[in-house]
């Protein structure tokens, strides 16, 4: 209030129009932001006799802005979070079928065998990390809650290392998951699951050549 005092005045003193935007509290204890308008008027001899104007509650539209503010955070997060997690997946997708496409024909039926059923198993990994993200999606624009559960930690880091085993092979890194003391966790298994695929996937871009990763 004492800011838009000061506005004030300086404004009359300039005989300027004013507009401020001011947070009060009403009798209830709820802040409300409201838009001060003013103009200076003038009488019929020209003089200044003092301001014309109104008041407005914006507090709706404010926290409006707020939301959208919020919704584009979350949709620039989104597609950080898509891009990381996809790319790898997908490009593994990718260089499986040019593998066939190239050896169609010509390769030994057990080495296409190997190849189709690593493209199964990554095809299938990719479409499980999309539902994961979709709902991860969701649940950032209030859509659905949290579902925390109780899971074993040791499955999901063989499923995250077993995903990310195409990007480890193309540098010839070795993954290892730990026998460590964590066994049972409780959390949203989905959400859950992007931490350690993303630390890992980091990991093996900043690891050397013939080097080893480990959870």
């Known amino acids: 209030v004492s800011r838009f005092i000061s506005q004030y005045l300086t404004c009359f003193n300039l005989r300027r129009p004013i507009e401020a935007i001011i947070r009060l509290r009403n009798k209830h204890g709820d802040y409300r932001i409201l838009q001060l308008l003013g103009h200076p008027y003038h009488d019929s ?10 008041c407005n509650d914006i507090t709706d539209i404010k926290m409006n802005e ?6 584009n955070s979350m949709k620039s997060k989104l597609f ?20 066939l496409k190239k050896n169609y024909g010509k390769a030994q039926p057990e080495v296409i065998e190997k190849v189709v059923e690593k493209l199964d198993s990554s095809a299938r990994t990719t ?7 979709l ?11 949290m579902k925390p559960v109780s899971f074993d930690f040791n499955l999901v880091g063989k499923e995250v290392l077993a995903s990310l085993t195409p990007q480890a092979e193309a540098k010839r890194i070795s993954l ?4 460590g003391n964590i066994s049972k966790v409780t959390a949203d298994e989905g959400m859950f699951k992007t931490v350690p695929r993303n630390l ?8 050397p050549v013939n080097g080893k990763v480990k959870i």
């Open 135 to 145: 709902e991860w999606s969701r649940s950032q624009q209030d859509r659905i809650a």
């Open 45 to 54: 001899e020209n003089t200044f006799s003092g301001y014309i104007g109104g």
């Open 66 to 71: 707020d939301r959208l503010k919020d919704m």
């Open 200 to 207: 890992v996937s980091n990991a093996i871009k900043f690891t």
């Open 176 to 179: 290892e998951l730990s026998d």
């Open 80 to 99: 950080g979070v898509i891009s990381h997690d996809l790319k790898v997946p997908m490009s593994n997708i990718i260089g499986l079928v040019d593998i």
């Open 127 to 133: 479409f499980n990390l999309v539902q994961s993200l």
